[in-house]
């Protein structure tokens, strides 16, 4: 890849500017959830390591460039140290001359870079200011390089630039599932609403061999083929689009996997009574919460033999039992093949995640992604402004 990596950088004695991503959830003061904290772990780690000063940059909550107390960074001091094992000496007043005046292997974090304005609208004086406190710049936060802010692109042009141990992992990842991957390539995409998914799913089927839909959006394309959906969530007025993009897989020979059996039901909520008809019999008083059993059989023959999955969403209202079976059987029969060394299995965005962690398989993934917008963003083949960056 173009972009270069800590171990293509001299760090020794230099100060080097990181940025990260801590917007993590807090409540009462405490941090509720460190994953993005643990996540940068290494990358702080190596650096200091390798003999540099990370400085840390980030951004928390959505203050629009005013100074909000209850979303300063300094809230998160105690779990960043806790997580590195180092001290953290928070930065929240004139950046250049507490910078000048910290130990070669100090661990600095600046205060939240959203109080400034320049930062989302990437300015450029804001981005020098940035760039006259360290020597090399590195960013480890692919969660936000679909923004084109001072400290995610303008900085990036500014010094010698490079990608932190989490951006590398999350970029490879990507490249191996999408960019260069190993055949076949089985896609499964799930959600409420194709409206949203739109450039996902013209993205898709140009690069994969299959693609499970699932979900409302399973519904609509239901719909649009003239099948009754009864009461379920379905986008009739996209009828049209769902049937542009069923033409567009078959020119190009990209398999559309809508499920051939459904779990009905007559109200939206757990344990309501159920029954499982195929996909063509859905009665009119009920709605489709879920992909049913000869469905998920049949996903799991075409996965027999792929060699690279990606998925961004579920095939069912996996939150209420009993309509979480089909994706936590989906679940199972990914990482078991991944766990075979059989199948690279990457996965991202949130009711995805939440899937995963509900299933217990998230250690099994060959990777997950926590970037969310990004994450879905690279899907759908637009070009990150972060990432663009580092490629110079």
């Not at 009864?230 to 993009?245: C, F, K, Q, V």
Request: charged share 20%.
């Amino acid at each position: 890849m173009a972009w270069k990596t800590l171990d293509d950088m001299d760090l020794n004695g230099k100060r080097v500017l990181t940025r990260v991503d801590i917007n993590v959830p807090m409540e009462d003061g405490e941090v509720t959830d460190t994953t993005r904290i643990d996540r940068i772990v290494s990358t702080v780690h190596d650096i200091l390591a390798a003999g540099g000063t990370p400085i840390l940059m980030a951004h928390f909550g959505r203050p629009k460039g005013k100074i909000v107390k209850e979303m300063s960074l300094g809230q998160v001091v105690p779990a960043l140290e806790a997580a590195l094992g180092h001290s953290v000496e928070f930065i929240d007043g004139n950046y250049r001359d507490t910078v000048a005046e910290l130990a070669p292997d100090a661990v600095a974090l600046l205060e939240n870079l959203r109080f400034n304005p320049g930062e989302e609208s990437n300015d450029k004086g804001f981005a020098q200011r940035l760039a006259s406190l360290g020597d090399v710049y590195v960013n480890d936060a692919f969660s936000a390089a679909h923004r084109a802010h001072a400290s995610t692109e303008a900085l990036a042009r500014l010094r010698p630039a490079c990608a932190g141990r989490l951006m590398e992992a999350e970029l490879s990842a990507l490249e191996a599932a999408l960019g260069d991957p190993k055949r076949p390539v089985v896609a499964v995409v799930g959600g409420a609403k194709v409206s949203t998914k739109l450039d996902l799913l013209g993205n898709l089927v140009a690069k994969v061999d299959h693609l499970v839909i699932g979900g409302g959006m399973a519904n609509t394309f239901l719909a649009a083929q003239g099948i009754s959906v009864g009461t379920s969530l379905a986008e009739h007025d996209m009828a049209d689009t769902a049937r542009d993009i069923l033409g567009k897989a078959a020119a190009v020979g990209c398999e559309i996997i809508l499920p051939r059996d459904i779990v009905v039901a007559g109200e939206f909520k757990e344990n309501a009574p159920h029954q499982t008809v195929t996909a063509t019999a859905c009665p009119k008083d009920q709605m489709i919460l879920d992909a049913g059993p000869e469905t998920v059989a049949y996903v799991k023959t075409v996965l027999a033999n792929a060699k690279t999955l990606i998925m961004n969403g579920p095939l069912g209202v996996f939150e209420l039992a009993p309509f979480h079976r089909a994706t936590f059987a989906l679940l199972e029969e990914i990482t078991a093949q991944t766990d075979a060394g059989e199948l690279i299995s990457v996965a991202g965005g949130g009711d995805t995640v939440a899937a995963i962690n509900a299933a217990g398989v998230a250690e099994r993934f060959t990777y997950i992604s926590t970037a969310g917008g990004a994450f879905l963003e690279w899907m759908e083949g637009k070009t990150l402004p972060g990432v663009a960056a580092l490629e110079g």
